[in-house]
């Protein structure tokens, strides 16, 4: 059964009058276009194209446009650790893009993974959590603007075993008090996935019986494995349990796993297009083809993907 979750401003209705999943408004084809917004690990975006995978699992007959818009460094807190980058450039803040890739991208959903950076990578402390918090009330009444709905991530788990240079209580005094905080937030209708606690679970659990097992080889930054652990939880969330329990995207799509290499194409091609078209301070980011070529490619692409991933009669 899938779940009942608030849908905001997405609804026809006032939200205190219904509420209801966002697979069921995608099912009846009121959300469209999703964008994703986070940091490094969302512009890699393996989870992205895991998550793009399940929709054309479940919806073959039906484009959903998926817009990966993750920048690599990004806050949206708005802080920068000293010497950021050996001093190249501070971290970007989310919010000096936001307004205008809403109004260029015009999504009806966004999901927002933040916080992994937030705290700069430094024992907790107060005034940056503050920081945190209401640069996630900015992106919150910045979507609902925009007439989107939103949900939001927690940030993904800290490993010092495997962190070059290890910020000792980073995970359990910095993000698990960010997570907490997000997730508490559920009592006022807001739409959270724990992806943190989620995945302190299975790590510990893969570590009960390989003990070197890390979802990151530098701490921060996930494997093909950790991609799919946040995949999982946003499927989970979209109601789907069965495609969830899957050991990898390759094992939910069996016979229609072809798709997944022409999905990682699709979603790079549009990411590298989508944040040039709208705009960004991070330096060293590949610009890619303007926007009207990446998506005359990335159409010949989804008519690939529907061949392989349409049942065939």
């Known amino acids: 059964m899938i779940p009942r979750m608030a849908i905001a401003a997405l609804c026809l209705v006032a939200a205190s009058a219904r509420a209801e999943s966002p697979d069921a408004a995608i099912g009846r084809g ?14 890699d975006g393996r989870y992205v194209a895991d998550v793009e995978a399940w929709f054309a699992l479940r919806y073959p007959q039906r484009h959903i446009e998926v817009i990966n818009a993750g920048l690599p ?11 950021h980058a050996n001093g190249a450039f501070p971290r970007p803040n989310l919010q000096d893009r936001l307004q205008n890739l809403l109004e260029k991208s ?41 007439g989107a709905g939103l ?8 490993d010092p075993s495997h962190a070059p240079h290890a910020v000792p209580g980073y995970d359990a005094e910095v993000l698990e008090r960010y997570s907490a905080w997000q997730v508490a937030n559920r009592a006022a209708g807001i739409e959270v996935i724990d992806l943190h606690s989620a995945m302190r679970v299975e790590l510990a659990r893969r570590r009960a019986a390989a003990p070197d097992f890390a979802f990151s080889p530098d701490g921060i930054h996930p494997g093909e494995e950790g991609h799919w652990c946040i995949a999982q939880q946003i499927i989970r969330y979209l109601g789907d349990e069965d495609s969830a ?11 229609r796993a072809g798709i997944l290499p022409l999905l990682h194409e699709r979603m790079s091609t549009l990411r590298d297009a989508w944040l040039s078209h709208a705009g ?9 083809i303007p926007l009207e070529g990446a ?18 009669k």
């Open 30 to 43: 009121e959300i469209k276009r999703i964008l994703f917004l986070g940091d490094s690990i969302t512009w």
């Open 73 to 83: 460094s990004e806050t949206v807190s708005g802080l920068s650790e000293e010497g």
């Open 106 to 146: 015009r999504p009806d959903w966004v999901f927002a993974c933040y916080g992994m950076n937030c705290g700069i990578y430094l024992p907790f402390d107060e005034t940056r959590f503050t920081a945190f918090r209401e640069g996630i009330s900015r992106l919150r009444e910045s979507v609902a603007a925009a």
């Open 151 to 158: 949900t939001l991530l927690t940030p993904p788990v800290y």
């Open 245 to 255: 329990a899957a050991p990898s995207a390759a094992a939910m799509l069996g016979a």
């Open 280 to 288: 960004h301070k991070r330096p060293g980011l590949p610009s890619g």
């Open 295 to 312: 998506q005359a490619r990335a159409a010949v692409l989804t008519e690939r993907i529907l061949e392989i991933a349409t049942p065939r």
